[in-house]
């Protein structure tokens, strides 16, 4: 049995909410194409790889313990926070996750699909049609992860980062519940 358990945010653990928040590596990006109405893309990998951390975020947990309209889910094992995954509902009747993250040394052992399993089930019991999520075009890692989850690239945006010149594109990613 995984020792991993998926557990809401309760005030206890607000302290550890951002403690998965670790660097990731910058590999390549996504090339995208619109075609025949439909999405498809390329991957460039980079000559030289990078690493990229966002800033932890500084938001009032309080709003996201005991909510209706979003919820913070954590991966523990034990008592160590080793993800995280931040939803909210979204006018489009998506559940809109906000951030998911899992500790650099938990990569690649199951922890995103059972947090994206979690999401799932919060988002059919709200009564959503799907998760939806956005990630930047030279975050390949993340967008390989997503895309073989079973989200599909919906949309290209390459305004919405004006304020962040190194990030060249928005990708918004979609899984719809079938």
């Given at each position: 049995m995984n020792p991993i358990q998926i557990v809401a945010l309760h005030k206890s653990l607000i302290p550890q909410v951002n403690d998965a928040n670790d660097p990731f590596p910058i590999i390549g990006r996504i090339i995208p194409s619109y075609l025949n109405g439909?999405?498809?893309?390329?991957?460039?990998?980079?000559?030289?790889?990078?690493?990229?951390?966002?800033?932890?975020?500084?938001?009032?947990?309080?709003?996201?313990?005991?909510?209706d309209d979003r919820v913070v889910y954590l991966a523990m094992d034990a008592d160590t926070c080793v993800g995280q995954i931040r939803l909210t509902t979204d006018w489009s009747r998506f559940a809109y996750i906000e951030n998911i993250a899992v500790r650099q040394s938990y990569r690649k052992r199951g922890?995103?699909?059972?947090?994206?399993?979690?999401?799932?089930?919060?988002?059919?019991?709200?009564?959503?049609?799907?998760?939806?999520?956005?990630?930047?075009n030279d975050n390949l890692i993340?967008?390989?992860?997503?895309?073989?989850?079973?989200?599909?690239?919906?949309?290209?945006?390459?305004?919405?980062?004006?304020?962040?010149?190194?990030?060249?594109?928005?990708?918004?990613?979609?899984?719809?519940?079938?």
């Amino acid at each position: 049995m995984n020792p991993i358990q998926i557990v809401a945010l309760h005030k206890s653990l607000i302290p550890q909410v951002n403690d998965a928040n670790d660097p990731f590596p910058i590999i390549g990006r996504i090339i995208p194409s619109y075609l025949n109405g439909a999405w498809t893309y390329r991957e460039e990998l980079n000559m030289e790889i990078s690493e990229l951390k966002f800033p932890d975020d500084r938001l009032d947990w309080d709003h996201y313990i005991d909510q209706d309209d979003r919820v913070v889910y954590l991966a523990m094992d034990a008592d160590t926070c080793v993800g995280q995954i931040r939803l909210t509902t979204d006018w489009s009747r998506f559940a809109y996750i906000e951030n998911i993250a899992v500790r650099q040394s938990y990569r690649k052992r199951g922890v995103g699909r059972m947090l994206l399993e979690m999401a799932e089930c919060w988002a059919k019991e709200k009564q959503l049609i799907g998760l939806s999520l956005e990630a930047q075009n030279d975050n390949l890692i993340a967008c390989r992860f997503y895309r073989k989850e079973g989200f599909q690239l919906g949309g290209v945006d390459s305004i919405k980062q004006y304020a962040n010149p190194q990030i060249e594109l928005t990708l918004y990613w979609y899984r719809i519940f079938t």
